[in-house]
């Protein structure tokens, strides 16, 4: 059992019955207040019947996406700004009503910022009645002809109700009309002229369907709850002048009339559904004595002035109607003596405390405490409204935190099916209050989603309907005939009837008194007096006796009639009992086919919810899959771009190699091909030459000369003026490099250099010069094996790397290598020269000669050709 008592909104088996596989949502409705001012800014607009749509206020913006919001919110109906009181009262709390009658509990309540209109659409204004008198109007309309006395039924201080004899409630009545001042206000009073207009409702709205074999009572209190403590409006409280006295304000003052009453507390009654415990109920008769009582606890409520309210309320008020109805007996006389036979239903009606900001309302001291307290109730109800739907929409079980505020504990019986709930968002439409009419709209459109479970329809007590009015007309009618028959019409009548028909008839008696012996008028006269009332004796005995005997055939004839009519009602009982006992033995089939299919409906819902578990854990294990198939989809994706790129990477660079080894090779068969070609010219110089006669050696002037008119090479002139050192411009003319010359190099100062048009040249390589460029080379000098300076110069690229920092990739390697002249082979002349070889040698010398500078090309990279460098270069003198 503590188990169950701790599940939230779970109840006990005990309460109030309700079915819970039928369930309403919450009815929310929107209305929204007219502009106090035509020129004021508006930012909210109605769409339709259902919808509102809400926008930011020029100069106000919100960033999403860095454009305006307009935001449209839906509601079971949206009355404007034109709509009355009457409109409003027709389509939300007329079925309220109508369900109060029927024995079912209702919840309205008005939430809003401070300043939209909640006060207004509860109670109304002089001339246009809000909700709450519209509500005690057609209360009374409905069940006017059909109340009880006062104090037939009484109210007990644990919430219930019992029911008193006539004798008991006479009592009572008699007591109450010997107070020298009544505690409610009589129906024959004059109504105050302060709220005539409010209640004087033309309308005459009432139920239609009202039981009239039953009897009503109707009982209002009026709470409030401020600072989160309930107030009792009601309450008389005796005047103490110890004690200091307060106003409306919560202000000491010296003449006041009002001290503060005593908090009251909530109790849970046997059925588990909240009270306040010592709470003043008034039965009221009619609806100016309800509204009175409602008005007199209205003066009493807790209001203040603020800067956005004139009458600010700072306390949330609770107006409960309850509406007591027992049937009556068979006879249609009495009231059933049966508490069983209670039923109690009622309406709450709640005027919430307006949300407000302390910023803008400039609250302080206890302005502010009040501000804190209003906006704590109001964010536990949404709290509660929250973890209500979390726990419908996603099967969740947490605990509903109703306790934290008075407000939702005192109507925590509504949220777990004690009734139909229905809340009226009052929304003002000015732009100053755009975030709060917002988070109002919010909260409204989350309420909407909770449902509440549809109570059940009362039990029917079982006698028969229609014994009122049978049981009216049935004295009507003997009243009737009583009065056609000349009798009378109940017993008190007769007696008195008779009575005054002897005092009226019999003729006075004459003075008796005897003052003279020989008087003999006296007696005379009393003998005929005496005797003329025997015989009307006589007379109202006859008329007696008919009357008696005419009463008595009635009575026989009503015999008969009644014996007649039992008859009759047997044999329709025993035809009834037959249906009955069919209906019986067809309700027992039904209900052992309702348990089969009820145990089927158990068993397919075990199965439904093991397939719903393997549903559930399969589509776990599917997202997972799926979400690792993504994964690898995404890392496929990315693997696969980074080898389409590696492989573009690659192909340029090996097309970039292909490109510039074939086009090493066409320069390397170019040179070879020209070499060959020049040798073949100097060959076929050579032998073409005419033999006959022996040339003498010449000189190597004359040799130098002979080679210059025989070859196209040039030759080296000894006069010749000295030559100017020229660069060999780089293949890689255009684009930037960085030229990194080691201060350990020597300078070769050969004729031909390398030379790099718009290089940085630094003596270290460093982060900030590769930044800057796209080309990296080298200057790298080494000893050969034959003992000469070789030059290498060492290229490559400059990248950029994830870090951010540069990289270089080398590519190719240019060598730069000189010979000296010395270390040619020459053919020496003999002692005797022979004349043939000599021609031979000097034709041999001749070709080197000529061929003595040569560039040779060798296979280099993309940017150019490698060189080779043959000259003589200067030696050093040791």
Request: net charge neutral; glycine share 6%; charged share 30%.
């Given at each position: 059992?503590?188990?169950?008592?701790?599940?939230?909104?779970?109840?006990?088996?005990?309460?109030k019955?309700?079915?819970?596989?039928?369930?309403?949502?919450?009815?929310?409705?929107?209305?929204?207040?007219?502009?106090?001012?035509?020129?004021?800014?508006?930012?909210?607009?109605?769409?339709?019947?259902?919808?509102?749509?809400?926008?930011?206020?020029?100069?106000?913006?919100?960033?999403?996406?860095?454009?305006?919001?307009?935001?449209?919110?839906?509601?079971?109906?949206?009355?404007?700004?034109?709509?009355?009181?009457?409109?409003?009262?027709?389509?939300?709390?007329?079925?309220?009503?109508?369900?109060?009658?029927?024995?079912?509990?209702?919840?309205?309540?008005?939430?809003?910022?401070?300043?939209?209109?909640?006060?207004?659409?509860?109670?109304?204004?002089?001339?246009?009645?809000g909700?709450?008198?519209?509500?005690?109007?057609?209360?009374?309309?409905?069940?006017?002809?059909?109340?009880?006395?006062?104090?037939?039924?009484?109210?007990?201080?644990?919430?219930?109700?019992?029911?008193?004899?006539?004798?008991?409630?006479?009592?009572?009545?008699?007591?109450?009309?010997?107070?020298?001042?009544?505690?409610?206000?009589?129906?024959?009073?004059?109504?105050?002229?302060?709220?005539?207009?409010?209640?004087?409702?033309?309308?005459?709205?009432?139920?239609?369907?009202?039981?009239?074999?039953?009897?009503?009572?109707?009982?209002?209190?009026?709470?409030?709850?401020?600072?989160?403590?309930?107030?009792?409006?009601?309450?008389?409280?005796?005047?103490?002048?110890?004690?200091?006295?307060?106003?409306?304000?919560?202000?000491?003052?010296?003449?006041?009339?009002?001290?503060?009453?005593?908090?009251?507390?909530?109790?849970?009654?046997?059925?588990?559904?909240?009270?306040?415990?010592?709470?003043?109920e008034?039965?009221?008769?009619?609806?100016?004595?309800?509204?009175?009582?409602?008005?007199?606890?209205?003066?009493?409520?807790?209001?203040?002035?603020?800067?956005?309210?004139?009458?600010?309320?700072?306390s949330?008020?609770?107006?409960?109607?309850?509406?007591?109805?027992?049937?009556?007996?068979?006879?249609?006389?009495?009231?059933?003596?049966?508490?069983?036979?209670?039923?109690?239903?009622?309406?709450s009606?709640?005027?919430?405390?307006?949300?407000?900001?302390?910023?803008?309302?400039?609250?302080?001291?206890n302005?502010?405490?009040?501000?804190?307290?209003?906006?704590?109730?109001?964010?536990?109800?949404?709290?509660?409204?929250?973890?209500?739907?979390?726990?419908?929409?996603?099967?969740?079980?947490?605990?509903?935190?109703?306790?934290?505020?008075?407000?939702?504990?005192?109507?925590?019986?509504?949220?777990?099916?004690?009734?139909?709930?229905?809340?009226?968002?009052?929304?003002?439409?000015?732009?100053?209050?755009?975030?709060?009419?917002?988070?109002?709209?919010?909260?409204?459109?989350?309420?909407?989603?909770?449902?509440?479970?549809?109570?059940?329809?009362?039990?029917?007590?079982?006698?028969?309907?229609?014994?009122?009015f049978?049981?009216q007309?049935?004295?009507?009618?003997?009243?009737?005939?009583?009065?056609?028959?000349?009798g009378?019409?109940?017993?008190?009548?007769?007696?008195?009837?008779?009575?005054?028909?002897?005092?009226?008839n019999?003729?006075?008696?004459?003075?008796?008194?005897?003052?003279?012996?020989?008087?003999?008028?006296?007696?005379?006269?009393?003998?005929?007096?005496?005797?003329?009332?025997?015989?009307?004796?006589?007379?109202?005995?006859?008329?007696?006796?008919?009357?008696?005997?005419?009463?008595?055939?009635?009575?026989?004839?009503?015999d008969?009639?009644?014996?007649?009519?039992?008859?009759?009602?047997?044999?329709?009982?025993?035809?009834?009992?037959?249906?009955?006992?069919?209906?019986?033995?067809?309700?027992?089939r039904?209900?052992?086919?309702?348990?089969?299919?009820?145990?089927?409906?158990?068993?397919?819902?075990?199965?439904?919810?093991?397939?719903?578990?393997?549903?559930?854990?399969?589509?776990?294990?599917?997202?997972?899959?799926?979400?690792?198939?993504?994964?690898?989809?995404?890392?496929?994706?990315?693997?696969?771009?980074?080898?389409?790129?590696?492989?573009?990477?690659?192909?340029m660079?090996?097309?970039?190699?292909?490109?510039?080894?074939?086009?090493?090779?066409?320069?390397?068969?170019?040179?070879?091909?020209?070499?060959?070609?020049?040798?073949?010219?100097?060959?076929?110089?050579?032998?073409?030459e005419?033999?006959?006669?022996?040339?003498?050696?010449?000189?190597?002037?004359?040799?130098?000369?002979?080679?210059?008119?025989?070859?196209?090479?040039?030759?080296?002139?000894?006069?010749?003026?000295?030559?100017?050192?020229?660069?060999?411009?780089?293949?890689?003319?255009?684009?930037?490099?960085?030229?990194?010359?080691?201060?350990?190099?020597?300078?070769?100062?050969?004729?031909?250099?390398?030379?790099?048009?718009?290089?940085?040249?630094?003596?270290?390589?460093?982060?900030k010069?590769?930044?800057?460029?796209?080309?990296?080379?080298?200057?790298?000098?080494?000893?050969?094996?034959?003992?000469?300076?070789?030059?290498?110069?060492?290229?490559?690229?400059?990248?950029?790397?994830?870090?951010?920092?540069q990289?270089?990739?080398?590519?190719?390697?240019?060598?730069?290598?000189?010979?000296?002249?010395?270390?040619?082979?020459?053919?020496?002349?003999?002692?005797?020269?022979?004349?043939?070889?000599?021609?031979?040698?000097?034709?041999?010398?001749?070709?080197?000669?000529?061929?003595?500078?040569?560039?040779?090309?060798?296979?280099?990279?993309a940017?150019?050709?490698?060189?080779?460098?043959?000259?003589?270069?200067?030696?050093?003198?040791?």
């Amino acid at each position: 059992m503590k188990a169950a008592r701790a599940k939230t909104p779970r109840r006990p088996a005990v309460k109030k019955p309700s079915n819970p596989s039928l369930k309403d949502p919450v009815g929310v409705y929107c209305r929204v207040r007219p502009l106090s001012r035509p020129d004021q800014e508006c930012c909210i607009e109605v769409i339709n019947e259902t919808t509102v749509q809400i926008h930011p206020p020029d100069g106000y913006r919100i960033f999403r996406n860095g454009e305006y919001r307009e935001t449209q919110y839906s509601f079971k109906e949206v009355f404007g700004t034109l709509v009355v009181q009457k409109e409003l009262f027709n389509v939300v709390a007329k079925p309220l009503v109508e369900d109060l009658i029927r024995g079912k509990n209702g919840l309205l309540f008005t939430y809003g910022v401070t300043g939209s209109g909640k006060t207004h659409t509860m109670t109304g204004s002089p001339g246009d009645g809000g909700l709450l008198p519209r509500c005690l109007d057609m209360i009374f309309n409905s069940i006017g002809p059909f109340q009880a006395k006062r104090f037939v039924f009484k109210l007990d201080d644990k919430n219930g109700v019992d029911v008193q004899c006539e004798v008991d409630a006479l009592l009572e009545r008699q007591k109450r009309d010997a107070m020298p001042v009544p505690k409610t206000p009589s129906g024959k009073r004059q109504i105050d002229p302060e709220f005539a207009d409010m209640i004087n409702v033309q309308d005459h709205c009432k139920v239609e369907e009202v039981d009239e074999d039953n009897v009503y009572s109707v009982f209002v209190s009026y709470i409030e709850i401020y600072n989160n403590y309930i107030y009792d409006l009601l309450e008389e409280a005796p005047f103490e002048p110890i004690k200091p006295k307060w106003n409306n304000c919560n202000t000491p003052v010296r003449n006041g009339d009002f001290i503060p009453p005593q908090s009251k507390i909530l109790r849970e009654d046997q059925n588990h559904n909240m009270y306040v415990t010592g709470c003043t109920e008034v039965e009221v008769k009619s609806t100016e004595e309800a509204f009175e009582v409602f008005w007199r606890g209205q003066k009493k409520r807790r209001i203040a002035n603020t800067q956005l309210n004139r009458e600010s309320s700072r306390s949330h008020s609770v107006f409960i109607i309850k509406l007591a109805q027992a049937p009556l007996d068979a006879d249609g006389d009495n009231v059933l003596q049966e508490k069983e036979q209670i039923t109690l239903s009622q309406l709450s009606l709640v005027d919430l405390a307006g949300s407000e900001r302390t910023n803008r309302t400039k609250a302080e001291g206890n302005r502010l405490r009040e501000a804190g307290n209003i906006n704590q109730s109001l964010m536990t109800l949404r709290t509660c409204i929250e973890v209500l739907r979390e726990n419908q929409m996603y099967g969740t079980n947490k605990m509903v935190p109703y306790r934290d505020s008075k407000l939702t504990h005192l109507f925590k019986n509504y949220f777990d099916g004690e009734g139909k709930v229905r809340m009226i968002v009052c929304v003002n439409p000015k732009a100053e209050d755009y975030e709060e009419s917002l988070q109002v709209m919010r909260f409204a459109e989350m309420t909407q989603e909770v449902e509440v479970a549809r109570p059940v329809d009362r039990p029917l007590c079982g006698l028969t309907p229609g014994r009122r009015f049978r049981n009216q007309a049935f004295r009507e009618e003997l009243s009737r005939k009583l009065e056609m028959r000349g009798g009378p019409i109940n017993g008190e009548t007769e007696e008195q009837s008779v009575s005054e028909m002897f005092l009226q008839n019999f003729p006075p008696l004459p003075s008796c008194e005897l003052l003279d012996v020989n008087d003999d008028q006296t007696l005379p006269k009393l003998i005929e007096v005496l005797e003329k009332r025997h015989k009307l004796r006589q007379m109202l005995s006859e008329e007696f006796a008919k009357n008696v005997l005419a009463f008595k055939t009635m009575l026989q004839d009503f015999d008969s009639s009644i014996v007649s009519k039992e008859n009759y009602i047997q044999g329709k009982l025993s035809e009834k009992e037959k249906t009955i006992a069919g209906q019986k033995m067809e309700l027992e089939r039904l209900e052992k086919k309702i348990k089969t299919l009820e145990y089927k409906i158990e068993i397919l819902e075990k199965t439904a919810t093991i397939y719903e578990e393997d549903k559930r854990n399969l589509q776990q294990e599917l997202e997972s899959k799926s979400q690792k198939l993504q994964r690898q989809a995404s890392d496929k994706r990315r693997l696969e771009a980074r080898l389409q790129g590696m492989v573009a990477e690659t192909t340029m660079k090996w097309e970039k190699e292909c490109e510039r080894r074939v086009a090493a090779k066409q320069l390397e068969m170019q040179n070879k091909l020209w070499v060959k070609d020049e040798k073949l010219k100097q060959l076929k110089a050579i032998v073409t030459e005419p033999k006959n006669e022996k040339p003498e050696r010449p000189s190597r002037e004359r040799d130098r000369e002979k080679t210059v008119q025989r070859s196209v090479s040039p030759s080296p002139a000894p006069n010749a003026p000295p030559v100017r050192l020229r660069h060999r411009r780089s293949r890689s003319a255009g684009e930037r490099w960085v030229d990194h010359k080691p201060p350990s190099n020597l300078p070769t100062e050969t004729v031909m250099q390398p030379h790099v048009p718009h290089a940085i040249t630094v003596a270290a390589a460093s982060e900030k010069a590769l930044a800057k460029c796209d080309k990296y080379m080298l200057t790298h000098q080494e000893l050969a094996s034959d003992g000469e300076i070789e030059t290498k110069l060492i290229k490559g690229d400059v990248f950029k790397t994830r870090g951010g920092g540069q990289a270089v990739q080398f590519t190719e390697i240019e060598t730069l290598k000189q010979e000296s002249p010395t270390g040619r082979k020459r053919r020496s002349s003999p002692s005797n020269p022979d004349p043939h070889e000599d021609a031979a040698d000097s034709e041999w010398t001749d070709v080197e000669t000529r061929c003595s500078v040569a560039v040779e090309m060798r296979a280099g990279s993309a940017l150019g050709p490698g060189y080779q460098h043959h000259a003589q270069p200067k030696r050093r003198k040791p």
